[in-house]
């Protein structure tokens, strides 16, 4: 069964990697993430996040999936074998279906959205439900970016102006139900991949392309493997810093107050470098000798909004979530 399979690989990798540290006597917060040093997120979280707790914790990140796959951090966390990770709402729709509500393209519309949506009452039944049955607390979201279209071909070779362009494209999207699911919603032919494995796979032709922010194609160095981006914003995405809940309640209220706190600035100041990276880097890529471009965004919007609506994904939605969310944004 796949949870077998999981715990297999789960404890292998624990047993390889995760080697308790007995130093001092502070809580170790080992995280683990596909993110590499260089990201943004990990910036904030090793600058503000780690001496934020300092005094009671050791933040002992891994980067680059080392200590856990991709997708199987919430399963460790949930089992005792990890204590922090930053997990994606498509990740948590593999357990709780209704959060693929915060996975459906053309929904959030900017950062303060998101802010505004997750400090919002609406997402209180979700957090708390995570939190009752998975065992891990979401501390604070962080601001992934504006994701795009990022392809192999020229310009000359495929141009993207509607879905229709991206019939038969082979696209890289991450490997969850969700992504499959954005991936065939934009036309193209989803194909589920580790993030670690994105730039061989372009390099080598495996796939023709992958989806994801600018700060992103430029820390994983996509635009030395990729000739064009259409920038079809198809989901403001996001991410959460989750917490273990059994560490979380094994503190004292002001450690947790601390760890909430070094999560809120560690969250903000990520919020702030990505946004100004996002509107910085076009230039940067277009020097790279990367095309890019507006696609028809009305097209795609209205093709991936039908998609979802007619999707049993929508099924899952609780009653008014999607109307409070279009009610915070602008
Ligand atoms: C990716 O695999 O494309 C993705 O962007 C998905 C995100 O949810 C997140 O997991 C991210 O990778 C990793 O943090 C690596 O940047």
Known sequence: ???????????????FSALPSFAEDKIVLRLSSPMSETDQRAIALTEQFGPGVSSFATFEPH??????????????????????SV???????QFFPEWSIFTAGYVLQDADHQVAVFNDAVMDPFKQKVEEELGVKLL???????????????????????????AG????????????????ALGANPTPMAFTEVYTALQTGAVDGQDNPLPTVVDAKFYEVTKQIALTSHLVDWNFIALSKAVWEDLSPEQQQAVQSAADAAAKAEREAQLKKEADLRGFLEQKGLAIYEPDLDSFRSHVQKAYLESDFANDWPAGVLERINELGH
């Open 63 to 84: 980067w680059n999936a080392t200590l856990f796959k991709q997708n199987t951090e919430l399963e460790a966390i949930a089992r005792g074998n990890l204590e922090m």
């Open 1 to 15: 069964t796949r949870r077998a399979v999981l715990a297999l690989s789960v404890g292998v990798a624990a047993s």
């Open 87 to 93: 997990t994606s709402a498509q990740e948590l729709a």
């Open 169 to 184: 494209i082979n696209l890289r999207m991450p490997g969850t139900d969700a992504w499959q699911f954005l991936g065939k």
């Open 140 to 166: 604070a979201p962080m601001y992934l970016g504006r994701r795009h279209v990022n392809l192999r071909q020229s310009r000359d070779e495929v141009d993207v102006r509607t879905p229709a362009d991206l």
